[in-house]
């Protein structure tokens, strides 16, 4: 079983920034793809953001490209969401999540337990 801590939501004015953390225990860290996934009030959860286990491959959401952008610190065991330009419809709970599978675009194996993020206008 990997464990999956998301931290470092909070409330923020529109056009702010904030930085997501996600750290990682109980697997090899390295052997993983991760991803960030949003989840906002009466809406399904959404893909945001992909990344390789070298860091040397990402995928975004179109909705995101441009302002958010996924890093991962393998010595850390830690994946980031750096979210600049932030805009009130990006208010959601936000997941990380670990996957074997190569592919960018999931399976996904592991969830955390989500850190909420508000956008106010």
């Known amino acids: 079983q990997m464990q999956l801590v998301e931290s470092g939501g909070g409330l923020v004015q529109a056009g702010g920034s904030l930085r997501l953390s996600c750290a990682a225990s109980?697997?090899?860290?390295?052997?993983?793809?991760m991803g960030w996934f949003r989840q906002a009030p009466g809406k399904e959860r959404e893909f945001v953001a992909a990344?390789?286990?070298?860091?040397?491959?990402?995928y975004y959401a179109d909705s995101v490209k441009g302002r958010f952008s996924i890093s991962r610190d393998n010595a850390k065991n830690t994946v980031y969401l750096q979210m600049n330009n932030l805009k009130p419809e990006d208010t959601a709970v936000y997941y990380c999540?670990?996957?074997?599978?190569?592919?960018?675009?999931?399976?996904?194996?592991?969830w955390g337990q989500g850190t909420q993020v508000t956008v106010s206008s």
């Open positions: 990344i390789s286990w070298s860091g040397g491959s990402t």
């Open positions: 999540a670990a996957g074997l599978s190569k592919s960018l675009l999931g399976p996904w194996d592991f």
């Open positions: 109980g697997r090899t860290f390295s052997d993983y793809t």
